[in-house]
């Protein structure tokens, strides 16, 4: 069985899962900076 995939496909799915990478690094950093600001929020409640 012999199935030839088209080399615009490929590359369309090589860039697909390229920005799936960046998209989940750069959702796990805005997660992070989340929460941090939640944390200081926290910090400064606790404080009054």
């Known amino acids: 069985m012999n199935i030839k995939t088209p080399r ?3 590359s369309f799915f090589v860039v ?3 920005v799936s990478v960046v998209a989940c690094a750069t ?3 805005a997660g ?3 929460e941090t600001a ?4 926290q910090d400064a409640a606790d404080d009054n």
Not at 38 to 41: A, C, H, Q
């Open 8 to 10: 615009w496909l490929a």
């Open 16 to 18: 697909l899962l390229s």
């Open 27 to 29: 959702i796990e950093g």
């Open 32 to 34: 992070k900076d989340i």
């Open 38 to 41: 939640g944390e200081e929020i």
